[in-house]
DNA sequence: TATAAGCGTGGAGTGCGCTCCATGGTCAAT
DNA sequence: ATTGACCATGGAGCGCACTCCACGCTTATA
């Protein structure tokens, strides 16, 4: 498929797919040589590639973290022991992050509930919800 | 205390803390008029404020939402209602951020025990993971 | 009093992740 | 053959969150 349809099935705009390629994200085949078409054209796991690349945004990666996660992925691609390793180690950061969040989370309610039952005693304080 | 003293108990740069108040999201005291003292002095609190915009930044809040969010805190210093209200909407956020993460990490988890078992059937879909 | 460390201001620069635009080539339909 | 939709490339610009620098003033210490 080309460009535009290619974009409309990742969610994302044109330019960012361009954008993408150009940084190594996205690889699409070239159909040039000859001289017919010199378009770049797409194939349906660059779809799930694209979706894949917002996930690892969301889960807090950089596109250039996220460059290196994939390029590591494929070149294990015919190991499993390489594909485990990548895996867990973003599963991992991922625990992480969401320990942190728990955090966060904890002293929130902790806030909560202290405003709701007419603040007795002192205000629960960040630092003792930091890691 | 003065800004670099209150960097390092902040855990940031001298800097960083004066990109902080150019942007509203700290106001140290000022002792200037006669002109003795032109100094931005800081308050412990200030501090926890400091510490509290590090916390918002993890949890994905650009600086503009976070001055929206501390801003609308101060409105309502005197109101439980508008505080608990305030902490609510984050403590929603929060959780949706949360519910992205573990939808992932099951998708990660999922093809960890596919790989794992000797990838019987189809690949975990990553669109089976996401809502 | 001289000096050095610290402070404030203004402005430029940086890296990231896009986003927009001008130019020009390709292709299908008329 | 012309039109119009789509494509590629290169480069500029943008918002965010810093980061660095030059300048000049203030304050503590010698």
Redesign the pocket.
Known sequence: ???????RKAG????????????GLLK?D??LKG???????FKPEDVTAARM??LQ?KLG??????LALNEEYRAGEHSSERTIEVIQLQIERLQHRKEAMDAALAFLLGKLDWIRSGKPGPAPRLEDYER
């Not at 994302?12 to 940084?23: G, H, M, N, S």
């Not at 001289?35 to 054209?41: A, D, E, F, R, T």
Request: aromatic residues 14%; glycine residues 6%.
């Open positions: 498929m080309l460009i535009s349809e290619f974009a994302l705009p044109v330019d960012t797919i361009r954008f993408y390629i150009a940084k699409p070239r159909a001289g017919s078409n010199p378009y770049q054209l690349i917002k945004q990666y950089t596109l250039g973290e996220i």
